[in-house]
């Protein structure tokens, strides 16, 4: 019995260091980079036809919380490909599926709760800082001989200063992007740190912290209209 339950703990400690899933992909993430000009046709975001997805853990994946953001912004086209785009987040608009929050297992706490708790002080403080923005730096095709995605199909890897309660980070990550004559289609499904943007639950170290992975899934299916 005593060998059981040391294993199980080593196997315990070994799932909280994990945390999201491996139907992401891991974004590469530099210092911020200049932002590509604006250039080309113009096509603005279509927000009835666009949405961004969030997904966040307790340490080893489990208790998935999951939710809804809304941006606005643009793309632009030059030679039918994608030369600059930015998008601003609307942070109020932060939303926590009911599907998400079990009340039965929260002391009656539910998704609404949840959705103050991250936009108070605990987290994203959207009095002080009511959006964040994504600003493409680069675009370049998809090269499967080096390049890896969970999307079988992506056809771009974008580049894209992220910025968060004005902490700006280079983030790369792999996209379908399907472009006609009126639209563009961009999908993408990719994992940030939390962290990388000084999101912190309570000080450093702080236990409760601890028990909140550090990575959070983000899943973007945007379409632009000319």
Not at 48 to 61: D, L
Not at 66 to 73: D, V
Not at 89 to 116: E, F, H, P, W, Y
Not at 131 to 158: C, G, H, M, W, Y
Request: proline share 2%.
């Amino acid at each position: 019995m005593r060998k059981l339950s040391a294993l199980t703990i080593v196997a315990a400690l070994a799932l909280a260091a994990c945390g999201g899933n491996s139907n992401t992909d891991k974004v590469q993430t530099s210092t911020a980079q200049e932002v590509a000009t604006e250039k080309g046709t113009v096509f603005q975001l279509d927000r009835a036809n666009s949405s961004i997805k969030w997904k966040a853990y307790h340490k080893g994946g489990f208790d998935p919380r999951f939710g809804t953001l809304e941006s606005e912004g643009i793309l632009t086209l030059e030679n039918d490909m994608i030369a600059s785009g930015k998008f601003t987040i609307d942070m109020n608009s932060l939303r926590t599926d009911d599907a998400a929050v079990d009340v039965a297992k929260t002391d009656g706490k539910t998704a609404a709760d949840l959705d103050g708790h991250l936009k108070n002080e605990d987290f994203f403080e959207v009095e002080k800082y009511p959006t964040s923005k994504l600003e493409i730096t680069s675009v370049r095709s998809f090269d499967p001989a080096k390049d890896q995605s969970v999307l079988a199909d992506a056809t771009n890897v974008i580049s894209g200063n992220l910025t968060i309660k004005e902490k700006t980070v280079n983030i790369s990550f792999p996209a379908k992007v399907s472009i006609n004559e009126n639209e563009v289609i961009v999908q993408s499904k990719f994992t940030i740190n939390r962290q990388d943007w000084g999101l912190t639950y309570g000080t450093d170290g702080d236990p409760k912290d601890w028990m909140i992975s550090q990575e959070v899934d983000l899943e973007f299916d945007i379409t632009a209209k000319k």
